[in-house]
Each structure stands twice: as structure tokens, then as C-alpha cells.
């Protein structure tokens, strides 16, 4: 996916590749204060970084690290500070939320439900920013809602009720909804954050293949490193709300790096995949 | 996978119409006066065909001067307030809200109060005079809606149990401060239970009908075009917006007309209380939690309720009255322990 730089000194073929980028983060910047008076509660200082069409962006990064909130800025739920993000070529949050709707599907820390709801009903709640607010759901909607549900191997699930199944399911389900806005940047932060093993990888291969098969951009934020390693195409590592490497993993997992900025002892190693393994020293 | 349609929508709503119906005959029929079906059928016959000048026995005077008017005015109060709690659950994300617990009730009150206060020393026409109730109203509710949501935000969230202790209070000072201006005051206010527990007893002139009758249609209608996007609330506010819901023009459309709504029912009928609340429970037991079915079930279900609680408030205790607001109070808050011991945590 990065090989593209040997075939850039063709003009057309250069123009393709700038068509394949996708999502433009362009010298973004952040500041939140409770109070104009007082110091900035958490930052974010001037970001770069572009993804592809089918490419995984790991956003990683210890806690306080601002990493959730540049998610926030590229969900467009908040306005920057400064520099703007450009999704196929339009700055993402002078989008109307219904705009944003259909092409961003951001999938949160999971949120409880006000009063019970079927997995369908959750699942088609996808659909609203591509229908008429009126409008009762078409059997296209159910289709697409369907599909969705299949993709993440949760089709038995759809005349569950959302607070009667597991965490691991629901995260499908939540992803599933995410799949059936049909968007064209996809978000999640911490997806994994109350998943067992199983369901982590399960979560992650899903996103993988949903990447290469839809194409499209995923966006994720977590702190597990060996997650990230295995996953991402890209890495953007956070550190107090600096942006201080982006990367393919290989580039960016060296040990004294990440010892610097996790602030613990740890080892990196190269399996045959190429890819690297963190293992953390305790005790040292 | 059963998406709703618009038959099967269609389909719950005329059968809540058909109980409705039922229960307004029952209305029709007892009372102090004891009716017989048969008379009630003639003399509601003739009402329809516009030859009430025939309908010449007493009975028949009190059935259509007053029961009728009686029944429609608790159709329009118990619709309206369902719908208003209906919106202010979703709204506020809290399935204890309504407009009397919420404070909002009792501001109406004190709006109504102040525009009845206010309006023998303004000179205005006639016609704006008797709009002046409804208006103080609406203000007074929309007022204590804002003061009830700012206090019970922390840190940019809605905390449930802060809103509703800030709502609780609010309702009780605003209720003090109705009882002191009707021990210093006097003139035509009414009496103080009328204003703090409500009762459909006071006739209304007949263009008050059709304002109150279109006011109703008017804000229902406006809450209903968000009914999809109120869906999409009940997961939050940041997960709305990303479905694509314009949260903020919701919130706008929804705050303003279930303020229109509860102003209109407490300035013709003082502030009852409950209806709001248990209703919508109910119809979204029975019918889910879809607002585009929730919304029009929960306005027959509010009809339902109040006009069948009227009925027990004149029935009772024949041939004096309780307010209806009694009635409802003795069977909401009972619920309302229920729901508030099985949802808070």
C-alpha cells in the first residue's frame, strides 16, 4: 500500500495516487479549557497524516495522550483549532451531521440504551442519515441492514435484545450498525477495550477484512500495542498530545521509542510475518 | 426483521381510537345525572346533524352542554401531556420525566397566573386578551424547562437524578410562590387546587376548543417530524450526531413545542400530574420504543387515561367531585416508585 512512491514520478499515475488518499489530516491542532482564563485541560498539537482507500490507521498511545480526541476532530464532532481534515477532498466538519452521517461511521465506547431495542432495530438506525426522517425503512434498508449483520457474523443475533447479550456481541452489533451507514471512513475507539482474547482478535480480523473487502478507511484508536502492530497498515503514536511518528509499524516500534513514551520497560521483536511483537518487562 | 410500516402503525392507532371511543361513551353515559345509551345515542346523533335544538330533555342539555365539552377538553389536556413527557424522556434521557415532575407544569401554572394577574390592567383587544393565559403559559413552562435542564447538566451530561431533584425543587418553590400570590391576592384566579393539582371542570368558550384543538395538532406534528432522530437519542446525544440527527435543531423543536403543549393543557386545565409519565410506559411496553409508533400511541393512551380518570374523579364521590389531578396523582405515584426502584441504579 505504500509502494506507490517508486511509480510517482509518472504524472497520471501520481494523480491516481493522490485520488486513492482518502482521509487528509493536514497540520490539525486542539485546545480545550474549561475557562478561558485557566491553562488548556488537553491538547492536541499540529497533526499530519493521509490514508488510503482499505488502509488501517492505528491511533496509539498511552492514556492523556489526545488520541480520542483527534478521533473527535476526525469524526468532526469537534471543530480544530487550526489546519483542517479533508475526506475526499471535503473539509469534514463544515458537513452537516447528516452529510457526515453517510460517509463517517464512528463506532464508541459503547453507550447504554434509554429503553430496550432489538439488534435489527439498532442495526437499521444505520440507515437514517440515507433516508427521509420520515420515511418508514425500505426493504432496500433491510437488505443492506441484513447484510451488514451477516458481514459480522451476527445474523443469529438480530431479534435479540441489545442489553441481553454479551459484550463481544454487542460490539458486533455496534459494528454491524457502523457497516449499514455504508460510509467511506470508519472510526472506533478503543473497540477492544472490554472484549476477551477471542473476541478481540475476532473484532480485528472482522475489521481487516471488511477493510480489503469494502474498502474502507479504518480509522482506530487504542493503547495494545501488539494489537495495533498486527492490524495497522499505519501508526500514528501520541505522546501528551503530540503526534511524534507516523508510520508503518515496523518503522515506528523501536524499543527505545515506545519505552520513552509508554514510560515502561518493554522489548521488541520481528516475527516472520514481518510485523513486530512487543513483549513488556515487568519488574526491570 | 419487522420494520414498521405505515399499515401496521395505522393498525394500533385505530385500536387505540376504538378504546377511546368506548370510554368516551362510558364518560357520556355516567355521572351525577345517570344516562340511558339509547338517549345518549339520539341526542349525539342529533349534536352531529346539527338539530341540537331538538334535543329538548335536561338530560340530554347535560350530556352535550356539559360531559361532552367536559370530554373533549380531557382528550386534548391528556394527549398533550403524554405527548410532553413522551418528548421530554427521549429529550432528556431520562425515563422519569415528565412535565409535572419535571417542574414544567407548575411553571405554566405560575405563567397562567401571572398573565390572569396581568391582563385587567393592559389594554388590548379582546382577542388577544384570551390568548394571554395560554401564552403565560408557554412562557412559564419554557422558562422552568431551561432552568430544569441547566441544573441538571454536569460537566456538558445530563446527570437523571440532579434533573430530577433540580426539578422537584423548582416545582416546589414555583407551588410556594403560586400559594402566596393566591392568599395575597384575590379576583378571578380560580382556586388554588385547581392550579396545583388540575381539574377539566371549568367550561371553556367555544373558540378556546379549536385553539386548544389546533395548538395541539400543530406542536404534536412539529415534535413528529423528529420522532426517527428521537430514536436515535435514547443512545446519546454524540451517538445521535453521528447517525446523522442535528441534535441541536431537535432539541430546539422539541423543548419549544412540548413547552406549547403543557402550557396549552395547564392553562385550560392547571397542572395534572402523571399522565405524562405513566403513559408513555405503558405504550412502549405494549408497542415498543419507536417514537414514530410511541408518539401517536402515547396521545390516544393520554386521552384514554385522563378522560377514564375523569370520569373516576366525578364518579366517585357523586354527586360531589375530586380533581382529576387527584385521581392521577393516586395512581402515577405509586408507578412512579415502581419505575424510579427498577430504573435508577
Known sequence: MSSGSALARNPAESARLASEVRLSVEQVSYAYSANPTQAPLFTVEATSFQARRGEIVAILGPNASGKSTLLKLISGALAPLSGRILLNGFVIHTLTPRTRAQRIAVVQQESPLLFPARAWEFVLQGRHAHGHSLRFESEEDVLIANNALAQVGAAELSDRWMDQISGGEKQRVILARALAQQPLLLLLDEPTLHLDIAAQIGLLDALRRLAAENRYTVVVVTHELNLAAEYADQVVLMQRGRCLRVGPPANIYQRELLEQVFQTPLSVEFGSSGRPRVTVLPGT | ?345
Open chain 2, 1 to 345: 426483521m419487522r420494520p414498521l410500516t405505515l399499515r401496521r402503525l395505522l393498525l394500533q392507532c385505530s385500536m387505540l381510537a376504538v378504546i377511546l371511543f368506548v370510554v368516551v361513551v362510558i364518560a357520556l353515559k355516567f355521572g351525577a345525572v345517570p344516562v340511558s345509551l339509547y338517549a345518549l345515542g339520539r341526542d349525539l346523533l342529533r349534536v352531529v346533524f346539527g338539530q341540537s335544538s331538538q334535543i329538548s330533555s335536561d338530560y340530554g342539555l347535560i350530556v352535550v352542554n356539559i360531559r361532552l365539552p367536559r370530554i373533549l377538553l380531557g382528550i386534548t389536556v391528556g394527549a398533550s401531556l403524554s405527548v410532553a413527557g413522551t418528548s421530554f424522556q427521549a429529550l432528556l434521557r431520562n425515563p422519569l420525566a415528565d412535565p409535572y415532575v419535571l417542574g414544567v407544569s407548575m411553571g405554566a401554572s405560575l405563567g397562567s397566573i401571572l398573565a390572569l394577574i396581568a391582563e385587567p390592567h393592559l389594554t388590548i383587544s379582546p382577542l388577544f386578551a384570551a390568548l394571554l393565559t395560554p401564552l403565560g403559559a408557554f412562557l412559564g413552562a419554557a422558562a422552568t424547562i431551561t432552568a430544569v435542564y441547566f441544573l441538571g447538566r454536569r460537566e456538558g451530561q445530563i446527570d437523571s437524578a440532579t434533573l430530577l431533584l433540580g426539578g422537584v425543587i423548582i416545582s416546589s418553590f414555583l407551588s410556594a410562590i403560586i400559594m402566596f400570590l393566591m392568599n395575597t391576592l384575590s379576583g378571578n384566579l380560580r382556586g388554588l387546587s385547581f392550579w396545583l393539582m388540575g381539574d377539566l371542570s371549568t367550561p371553556l368558550q367555544k373558540s378556546a376548543y379549536w385553539f386548544l384543538g389546533i395548538g395541539f395538532l400543530l406542536a404534536t406534528g412539529a415534535i413528529y417530524t423528529t420522532a426517527a432522530d428521537l430514536n436515535m437519542l435514547l443512545a446519546g446525544e454524540k451517538e445521535a450526531m453521528h447517525l446523522g440527527v442535528d441534535v441541536p435543531r431537535v432539541r430546539l423543536v422539541v423543548y419549544i413545542a412540548a413547552s406549547v403543549l403543557t402550557g396549552l393543557a395547564v392553562s385550560v386545565s392547571g397542572a395534572i400530574g402523571y399522565v405524562g409519565l405513566i403513559v408513555p410506559h405503558v405504550m412502549r411496553f405494549i408497542f415498543g420504543s419507536d417514537h414514530r409508533t410511541l408518539l401517536p400511541t402515547a396521545a390516544l393512551g393520554g386521552a384514554i387515561a385522563l378522560v377514564f380518570a375523569d370520569t373516576l374523579a366525578r364518579t366517585v364521590v357523586a354527586p360531589t367531585e375530586v380533581s382529576v389531578g387527584a385521581v392521577t396523582a393516586v395512581v402515577g405515584a405509586p408507578l412512579f416508585i415502581y419505575l424510579l426502584r427498577r430504573r435508577l441504579p
